[in-house]
Nanobody, 120 residues
Framework: QVQLVECGGGLVQPGGSLTLSCAASGSIARINAMGWYRQAPGKQRELVATMPTIGRTIYADSVKGRFTISRDNTKNTLYLRMSSLEPEDTAVYYC??????????????WGQGTQVTVSS
């Protein structure tokens, strides 16, 4: 019923910028929160940023001041603007959505992941 489609990944040079997007579709009654996670090779998946509909937006310390999360509520689309990118930012980035469906149930969904590679 619900699908998260991510796009915007690719290769970028150190110091460059890249913007990811995640479009949510389906039987969504309310979005509790949407966020971005990433997983580097050999590492556990980690939080990048999360944006509750009600509450404070949280960023990982490693990306504060460089990444900006935003949401277009009319399109149910989440964005992550990344600047001053470093090789350490190289990872697969995943969109996450904490949703209330029209059935009344609360569900957690993940996008398919998009590769971000920061390299010269």
């Amino acid at each position: 019923q619900v699908q998260l489609v991510e796009c915007g990944g690719g290769l970028v040079q150190p110091g460059g910028s890249l913007t990811l997007s995640c479009a949510a579709s389906g039987s969504i009654a309310r979005i509790n929160a949407m966020g971005w996670y990433r997983q580097a090779p050999g590492k556990q998946r980690e939080l990048v940023a999360t944006m509750p509909t009600i509450g404070r937006t949280i960023y990982a310390d490693s990306v504060k001041g460089r990444f900006t999360i935003s949401r277009d509520n009319t399109k149910n689309t989440l964005y992550l603007r990344m600047s001053s990118l470093e090789p350490e930012d190289t990872a697969v980035y995943y969109c996450n959505a904490d949703l209330i469906l029209w059935t009344g149930s609360r569900q957690d969904y993940w996008g398919q992941g998009t590769q971000v590679t920061v390299s010269s």
